[in-house]
């Protein structure tokens, strides 16, 4: 679905009608494209926290300027400011941020990235400590709100640590700072990530991170399902792509462009998981990756829900998921080190109107992943989900006009997203890097305030 308004404003009349009336203007956000550099130079790394150094050296090694101070940047303007403030632990350490964070965000780019680091305040006990923590959480929610220009803030936790932080605490922190300096991350603003030290494997290449991988995706025929495709196979894996026989014809087009396998399937169907596992391993010889995108909306105030309605969304969005997993988890599924990621939506966060049957299947969702992701941890299997907001595909292009355009503008970027950003995030969460991300919902939805 276009946006009519956003592509005015960026025109150099357009501009100007937003400047003069202060209307809102959303701009063209920087999406990753394969060799790409990582975010425009330079960044300021500041803080005094464990992992000032190590974010230090991955910016280099990624060929990114990095200044340690705004005296050493002379005139021009920053492509991002990580501020790690992990060691944190009084409520008077928090007077680094504004001291550090104020004058650096007056000279942010277009498209630029916060990133705070901070400390996983659900790990630590002391009351003062917890708060403290907990500040950056609100801080960095809020300054997501008052950034412009496509440039974005969010929140990655690193582990509690006795001592030390371990070699694997700062490699895995700097998977997910890489993420959110990254183009891969245009879409996502204000979010927290938690980040554990569990052991992961480098991804073999920056360009192609998922390579020898084998993973399916559920409701790839259109939609978000279809971009999840693109980018996994961008991204070096085989994929499988699974939706309904009534759409396999759109199904089988996104399987040849990506040079994959289609398997016309209704997720619904009984022994869906064990037909997954023996097409990717008959035609690919594994599975390591399952993405569960197939969804449907029925809306409905829930005085006039009929039976159909709640019960399709019931079986498609939930029950589907936990009948296949049986399968997918079980000890004859996924292998160790295995990814899955469960698409949920910002309705399970916030409600909607109209929306109660689908709300409560993306808001179970969110429970599912968060219990499911520490019975699987042994195994090195992650478990993860991701809430878009409201994302252009034919599911929104449905919404009433009104409803979508302020969807669209009461976000902190004031615009949709593109099903490549959802896409992207779930290429970040299925890479080998990515194993101290797990049981977590990933909010895609450029802040969103009509989901809050
Ligand atoms: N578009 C958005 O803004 C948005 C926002 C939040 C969440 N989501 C979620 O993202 C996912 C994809 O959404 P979309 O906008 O691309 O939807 P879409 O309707 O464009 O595509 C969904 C795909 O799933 C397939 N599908 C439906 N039922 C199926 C079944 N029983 N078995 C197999 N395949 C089935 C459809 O045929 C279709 O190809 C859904 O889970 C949706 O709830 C989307």
């Known amino acids: 679905m276009a946006d009519q308004y956003s592509d005015f404003i960026n025109t150099p009349f357009g501009k100007n009608v937003a400047k003069r009336l202060g209307l809102p203007a959303p701009v063209r956000l920087r999406r990753y494209e394969p060799g790409q550099i990582l975010c425009e130079s330079p960044v300021l790394v500041a803080g005094t926290g464990s992992y000032v150094a190590s974010v230090r050296t991955l910016l280099t090694n990624a060929a990114v300027s990095v200044v340690d101070s705004l005296e050493e940047l002379g005139d021009g303007r920053l492509g991002g400011v990580v501020l790690d403030l992990s060691d944190a632990r009084h409520p008077s350490d928090l007077a680094a941020l504004r001291e550090l964070g104020a004058p650096a965000v007056k000279r942010l780019g277009r498209n630029a990235r916060v990133v705070v680091i901070g400390t996983d305040h659900t790990q630590l006990t002391d009351p ?96 978000i399902g279809a971009a999840i495709a693109r980018t996994l196979h961008r991204d070096g894996a085989t994929v499988v792509c699974v939706d309904v026989p009534a759409a396999g014809e759109a199904l089988a087009q996104v399987a040849g462009e990506v040079g994959g396998t289609a398997l016309q399937l209704d ?10 596992l023996d097409h990717a391993r008959g035609r690919h010889g594994g599975l390591d990756i399952v993405v569960h995108n197939a ?117 902190s970027l004031q615009q ?37």
């Not at 694997?168 to 700072?177: D, H, L, S, W």
């Not at 990621?341 to 599912?368: E, M």
């Not at 969460?429 to 977590?440: E, M």
Request: charge should be neutral; proline fraction near 4%.
């Open 267 to 276: 997720v619904t169907a009984e022994d869906a998981g064990r037909r997954i």
């Open 128 to 223: 003062v400590q917890v708060a403290t923590q907990r500040a950056l959480d609100g801080f960095t929610r809020s300054l997501a709100k008052e950034l412009r220009a496509g440039a974005t803030a969010n929140l990655v936790l690193g582990p509690v640590s006795e001592g030390e932080v371990s070699e694997q605490a700062r490699a895995n922190v700097g998977e997910a700072v890489r993420f959110f300096l990254s183009g891969r991350s245009a879409f996502v603003d204000g979010q927290p990530v938690r980040v554990s030290s569990a052991a992961a494997q480098a991804n073999p290449s920056v360009d192609r991170p998922l390579d020898g991988q084998v993973a399916v995706v559920t409701g790839a025929a259109r939609g």
């Open 416 to 452: 949709g997203g593109l099903p490549v950003d959802v896409a992207d995030t779930i290429a970040w969460l299925v890479q080998p890097a990515s194993a101290g991300v797990t049981g977590q919902v990933v909010r895609v939805c450029g802040q969103n305030m009509i989901g809050a």
């Open 295 to 411: 969804g449907i909306t029925r809306d409905k105030l829930f005085v006039n829900m009929d039976e159909s309605r709640w019960d399709s969304v019931m079986a498609v969005n939930l029950a589907s998921i936990v009948q296949m997993n049986e399968a997918l988890l079980g000890p004859d599924g996924l292998g160790d080190g295995g990814r899955m990621v469960c698409l949920s939506s910002q309705s399970g966060f916030a409600g909607n109107r109209g929306q109660t049957n689908y709300s409560a299947t993306k808001a179970a969702i969110i429970g599912l992943v968060g219990a499911l992701a520490p019975q699987v941890a042994e195994r090195g299997i992650t478990v993860n989900g991701v809430a878009p907001g409201l994302i252009e595909t034919e599911m929104t292009g449905k919404m009433p006009f009104a409803t979508r355009e302020a969807a669209r503008r009461l976000s």
